[in-house]
């Protein structure tokens, strides 16, 4: 058990991520391709991943470099997953690159002693082997991560949603009630279930909380409670449903109605909201929200005996009209 204590400073400086934290879903994607558990959720991920890295130096310096010192493990360096990744991927991996040698010693000490290290671990305080390490992070999120950025965005964007709908409703208390099954706010103190019993004083520091995509289940903090107090928590994951035909769902989206459902949708709507704002019945409503989500426009999750609906970052795209631009897919960097 985790045991989180709370000043009434501390309530006043919780923030939540506002984007994907690059290290962190960096972190924790490693860790869904060292199990089974929840593979259903990460299912075409999972398979567009080993497709990106069988058979190539990618792969082979993913599984030599980063998951023996990214472990699915009760402990992992707390200098991979640095405070500056909230600024992106390029700010973390500079944080990870300059971390003070002896900071690196020590961690991958801890590593050896809780879950194991590999015998060139503690080379990582050496600046070549630690500017290799940021290489082969950088390559891997820019191969299998980030082209799972909306999906990603899209899940944060709920996630937030329902907690300024709580925040809103019930203060701090329901904010803090509602992150995640896993914990439990006994004021001042958030109980979370965890790999470890210890306690944990914000001392008026805040608390950083960060819904992450490909975190499963149990949340996680750093080892070391001198950093900046930060939780990661596994966001809600909904079991895919059968392939929608994307022609018909879109060509459904056509009609005043529906367009004034996507505007509303827009500001975070329940379903019972939607239909009275539309002025149609609770049927209706639903009606309008399974097209939007089956054509990839929103997503809907649940709140306590509601559902709240929030754009996706393609429905919000579509409000905003933009002029229309390819994407291309990432591809494994030349360098491997």
């Given at each position: 058990m985790l045991r989180i204590h709370f000043t009434?400073?501390?309530?006043?400086?919780?923030?939540?991520?506002?984007?994907?934290?690059?290290?962190?879903?960096?972190?924790?994607?490693?860790?869904?391709?060292?199990?089974?558990?929840?593979r259903w959720a990460y299912a075409d991920w999972h398979r567009g991943t080993l497709a990106a890295l069988t058979g190539t130096r990618l792969g082979a310096a993913v599984r030599g470099l980063l998951i023996p010192v990214l472990p699915r493990a009760r402990?992992?360096?707390?200098?991979?997953?640095?405070?500056?990744?909230?600024?992106?991927?390029?700010?973390?991996?500079?944080a990870v690159r300059d971390t003070p040698p002896e900071r690196v010693v020590h961690e991958m000490r801890l590593l050896a002693r809780c879950s194991g290290a590999p015998d060139w671990a503690p080379a990582l305080a050496e600046p070549d082997l630690r500017n290799e390490l940021v290489r082969v992070l950088r390559a891997y999120h820019d191969t299998v991560v980030a082209p799972h950025l909306d999906r990603m965005c899209e899940s944060l964007a709920g996630e937030r949603g329902l907690l300024a709908r709580s925040t809103l409703n019930g203060g701090v208390g329901d904010l803090l009630n509602g992150l995640s099954p896993a914990?439990?706010?006994?004021?001042?103190?958030?109980?979370v279930d965890y790999v470890e019993d210890r306690d944990l004083?914000?001392?008026?520091?805040?608390?950083?909380?960060?819904?992450?995509?490909?975190?499963?289940?149990?949340?996680?903090?750093?080892?070391?409670g001198t950093l900046r107090p930060v939780l990661v928590y596994s966001?809600?994951?909904?079991?895919?449903?059968?392939?929608?035909?994307?022609d018909a769902a879109l060509s459904a989206l056509l009609g005043r109605t529906r367009a004034a459902a996507l505007r509303a949708v827009a500001l975070g709507m329940t379903t019972s909201e939607l239909a009275r704002f539309l002025g149609v019945s609770p049927a209706t409503a639903t009606h309008h929200t399974t097209v939007l989500r089956d054509a990839?426009?929103?997503?809907?999750?649940?709140?306590?005996?509601?559902v709240l609906?929030?754009?996706?970052?393609?429905?919000?795209?579509?409000?905003?009209?933009?002029?229309?631009?390819?994407?291309a897919g990432a591809a494994v960097p030349s360098d491997f």
């Open positions: 009434p400073d501390d309530l006043t400086r919780i923030r939540v991520a506002s984007t994907p934290d690059p290290l962190w879903e960096t972190a924790f994607s490693l860790h869904r391709l060292q199990t089974t558990q929840g402990y992992w360096p707390d200098f991979l997953t640095p405070a500056e990744g909230a600024d992106g991927l390029e700010a973390g991996l500079a914990m439990r706010w006994c004021p001042p103190v958030l109980h004083y914000l001392d008026g520091r805040g608390l950083r909380l960060v819904p992450s995509y490909f975190c499963w289940k149990a949340p996680v903090s750093l080892a070391d966001v809600q994951h909904v079991r895919p449903s059968g392939p929608a035909a994307p990839g426009l929103s997503t809907s999750r649940r709140l306590q005996n509601t609906h929030t754009l996706t970052p393609l429905g919000a795209a579509m409000l905003r009209r933009p002029s229309p631009a390819e994407h």
